[in-house]
């Protein structure tokens, strides 16, 4: 993995300092007064990741009770998702999974959202802070309380994480990969994650400590392009609108 630049925390409202203080203690963030490049910002009580330099561009902000995740929840296909197949959440509901490269949790809050039961596991110290600030906000929103309960963050790498974790049903994995090409760059998140969080060279390092771990298979997010992952075949692949999923079975669910 080629090593990301420390992303500073900044924060002008003395009643979020206590909030900040928690989050540079738990996520061994910087403070810093003023930045220039890519930060973190606690402001109106959020936590997010901007770029002055990127004028147009809004904060991301992880927000598990915003109109697009509230309406992914209602209205996506459900267990006909090529992500909830991939899982096996057609099959069975109530799985417990790791999802050792967590990001910003979109894919983790459809699987929570269809039953199953999530480790967010997230490396990055700014990536997991926004992930923690995401969670904490959704505590204010009771509809969210039985899917929150679902869901559990751990700050590690995806490395320590399949060493040390308890047996569970899937790990689901979705490694950084190289854009195609300079267009792909254009989506703010896609921007932010390769200037923030760099590459994941050491993913296929990744699968075979997943698949010991996994009692009934490894899921593994690719693009369309991509080979798979340390260029070992599938048992079977789900096609998604953007993406495949790429599984390795090691036992039915039932």
Known sequence: MNLPFTVPL??????????????????????????????????????GLLNKQLA?????????????ASYRRAHGGGVTEAIAKA?????????????ATAGLGRDALVLASLGASLTLVERNPAVAALLFDG???AQQHAELSEL????RLRHTSALEALADSPPVDVVFLDPMFPPRDKSALVKKEMRAFHDVVGRDDDADALLAPALKLAQKRVVVKRPGYADFLAGAKPTMSVSGKNNRFDVYVNSAIS
Not at 56 to 68: E, L, M
Not at 148 to 151: E, T
Request: hydrophobic share 45%; proline share 3%; aromatic share 6%.
């Open 10 to 47: 900044l924060c002008h409202e003395p009643a979020s300092e206590p909030y900040a203080q928690e989050l540079c203690h738990v996520f061994a963030l910087e403070r810093a007064l003023k930045a220039d490049g890519w930060h973190l910002l606690l402001q109106d009580g959020s936590l």
């Open 56 to 68: 147009k561009q809004s904060a991301i902000v992880v927000d598990f009770a915003s109109g697009a």
């Open 87 to 99: 899982v096996g959440l057609n099959k069975k509901r109530a799985l417990t999974v790791l999802d």
């Open 135 to 137: 969670l904490r906000r």
């Open 148 to 151: 929150l309960a679902r869901m």
